[in-house]
């Protein structure tokens, strides 16, 4: 492959993240996603949302931790263990949140994604805490609305 066309394929083509969460996975361009690491129980804290489930220190930082499917209005998946957190960066300007945890319900992938091989899903309506409901080559997925959830933890955090 010639070094333009080669350029021109990266152009067009995503890394991303897939995280399993419930009966989908969350699609996230790879540089939102700081680092995975092993579940461990948060601090909780009293009157808070269900979907927020506490914080935990991860590189000497305090960062919260939330349940994607609790703040997706949908029913909390059982543990398991395999469940994983998902270290986020954070995308909203307020220096208290630098960085966020999602659990997730196993181990991340990586994909490559071009733009055609996501389509909508046709009759599947997203959640207050995603931006869409997508398929991406043939699997189901969501788009998580990062600003929306980092907006809801610093109500609480």
Known sequence: MSGQMQSTAAV??????LLPVKDKQLVLPNVT??????????LAKDD???????S???RNQTIPLVSFDAMNDEVVSGESSERRIAVLNS???DDRLHFCG????????LMR????????DVGATAGPAEISRVMISGERAA??????IQQEILKVF
């Open 56 to 58: 935990l220190t991860w």
């Open 33 to 42: 996603v700081a680092e995975i690491i092993p579940y461990e129980e948060p």
């Open 102 to 109: 999602i659990v997730t319900d196993g181990v991340p992938r």
């Open 91 to 93: 995308i909203v300007d």
């Open 12 to 17: 067009n083509e995503l890394a991303t993240l």
């Open 113 to 120: 994604v071009m733009a055609d091989e996501i389509t909508d």
């Open 143 to 148: 788009i998580p609305d990062v600003e929306h």
């Open 48 to 54: 808070t949302p269900e979907w927020y489930l506490g």
